[in-house]
């Protein structure tokens, strides 16, 4: 059974930083390309980020102050956020495809954790 629990979320101000954690079980997750995701209520889900065989991806709008990365000893992926802004807000969601090639396209990505809410106020 295929598992991806977020953690890490949390009410912070503008400037600040935040680490999103995702552990995963159920599948080879040295293997998986790993992603994260946001969403804001009315809005498709957003990427933010991915990290595969092929290396690793993020959006315009986070890179510089958003790094992914991974420990596949812990079969841990992790969003480090910094220069966190109010349009960051939204709930994160972790994603995996058993796939090596980066995806950007929610489709992509088979399995889905419930999500991790971050909120930042100016």
């Known amino acids: 059974q295929v598992q991806l629990v977020e953690s890490g979320g949390g009410l912070v101000q503008a400037g600040d930083s935040l680490l999103l954690s995702c552990v995963a079980s159920?599948?080879?997750?040295?293997?998986?390309?790993m992603a994260w995701f946001r969403q804001v209520p009315g809005k498709d889900r957003e990427f933010v980020a991915a990290?595969?065989?092929?290396?690793?991806r993020h959006a315009d709008s986070v890179k510089g102050r958003f790094t992914i990365s991974r420990d596949n000893l812990k079969n841990t992926v992790y969003l480090q956020m910094n220069s966190l802004k109010p349009e960051d807000t939204a709930v994160y969601y972790c994603?995996?495809?058993?796939?090596?090639?980066?995806?950007?396209?929610?489709?992509?990505?088979?399995?889905w954790g419930q999500g991790t809410e971050v909120t930042v106020s100016s």
């Open positions: 159920g599948f080879i997750f040295s293997a998986a390309t």
């Open positions: 994603a995996a495809r058993t796939y090596s090639n980066l995806e950007e396209t929610p489709g992509a990505y088979e399995y």
């Open positions: 990290h595969g065989w092929a290396g690793d």
